[in-house]
């Protein structure tokens, strides 16, 4: 897949005051987080992404998804940005093959067999919990769901840019789902409140008003505090399977 450039022009707050950032330039591979609080416009950002708003929003902003050469990714600016939305919830009567199935052949993916089998493989990985193409939609359990639609996104999704409005804790290794969709050639955006999650993004942008207040890189610091987080999310991980599995929570006490 040829690497794809997003960008991004300022536009203004909800009270008319000019963003001050200029252009953001982002390129495939990059992982960049919103932060803010609940309102401060993290989602009018993510909804001005995929509609490609050309200043016909309430930020005024305009959007481009292009190609290094200025090409288009895609004829159907549909196709250009995949969104995993807060909730999550399946009301179809398929076997998981048979959903992954029609995805594979909607997106005209060249080995759909293939690919099922690496999305069911990568969503058990993801949530720590096998099952099977043979397992039915409704009988996926929450961290299931969101693992099986994160891989599907990475792996079937043909769109360059995916928008990310929070990854819960659902049992979910959010670590792996980021690296997951990031080495799928994938721009990722990803709103949220979680601090780990803030932080395994280089940059982040912060919003107030309804606007991007300032953009910030991780510094030094902030990756040796990351570093303390992840070391602190694997412990909890140990320790919920534990618990999980009938056992105590501290090893060596059954």
Known sequence: MKAVELEIDAGRDREGNPETFGT?????????????PTGSGKSRLLA???????????TG???RIHHADGTEPSDNPLHRVA????????TLDLDVGSFLQLHARAREVPDPHEAVARVVESACTLCGESFSVATHLSALSGGQSRALMISDTAILARAPVVLVDEVENAGVDRRRAMDLLVSEDKIVLLATHDPLLALLAPWRLVFSHGGIRSVRERTE?????LHEFEL?????????????GGHSAVAGED
């Open 24 to 36: 953001l330039h982002l390129r495939t591979g990059d992982l960049v987080a919103l932060v803010g």
């Open 48 to 58: 001005d992404i995929e509609w490609l708003s050309q200043g016909d929003s309430p």
């Open 61 to 63: 902003r305009h959007v």
């Open 83 to 90: 969104q995993l939305s807060q909730s999550m919830q399946f």
């Open 221 to 225: 610091s902030e990756e040796e505090l």
């Open 232 to 244: 602190l999310d694997q412990r909890q991980g140990e320790v919920r399977e534990r618990l999980r």
